[in-house]
């Protein structure tokens, strides 16, 4: 049983030109996501959904400036990046970076070995990964390909879905995992997600712009993120309102208030 909370988080994020003054994002996010719940977080475009998730992986361009993150009461934001995915957690990035002259077979046991604490045997691992890259549909002629190089949208988010079956973490954020899959791709990762959610039974934050990867991952809260915070959080019937009237009611009360 694990739990990453999330406590008034501020962040900033640093601007491209470095004599610029950052920018602050996130105003205050609060959530819990504990093993086993599935919680959904959508939102307007610039909302900061993604930068919510670089924050809690440790990308190095965004500072958190107040609040606190934890993972079972340690301190992630103490934690350097690789530290977090050892304690448990894992970002399937909402834009995979490419990694030329990195084999995605030797990428996969890097991490999985930087992960797990040692080298998986040789032997279980060929098994495992040729199951995983199975089931996801795959074609083994990816793994002597370079990280991501090349790799059509679907494709990277297929195989991102193929890390979170291999590294098992603790707690899982998916930013857009499902944008720009075709229906078939849609149904083989939803169905990576929920054996991965059943085998390890792990958390899940799942940031998304449509309810459509709703219908296979069923999430248990429903969050409205406007703004840097989350404004509002319901049951899966509030995906439904969402799709029907948009963030309107939610963008004027923040501009307002
Ligand atoms: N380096 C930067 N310089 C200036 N602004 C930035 C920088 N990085 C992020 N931002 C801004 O932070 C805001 C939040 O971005 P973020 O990517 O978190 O939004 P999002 O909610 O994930 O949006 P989307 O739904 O489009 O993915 C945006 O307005 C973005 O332009
Ligand atoms: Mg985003």
Known sequence: MSTLEIRDLHVNVAQTDADAEPINILKGVDLTVKSGETHAIMGPNGSGKSTLSYAIAGHPKYEVTSGSITLDGEDVLEMSVDERARAGLFLAMQYPVEVPGVSMSNFLRTAATAVRGEAPKLRHWVKETKEAMTALEIDPSFAERSVNEGFSGGEKKRHEILQLDLLKPKIAILDETDSGLDVDALRVVSEGVNRYKERENGGLLLITHYTR????????????????????????????????NGYVRFTSAAAAG
């Open 213 to 244: 990867i709703l219908r296979y991952i069923k999430p248990d809260y429903v969050h409205v993120f406007v703004n840097g915070r989350v404004v509002e959080s319901a049951g899966p019937e509030l995906a439904d309102e969402l799709e029907e």
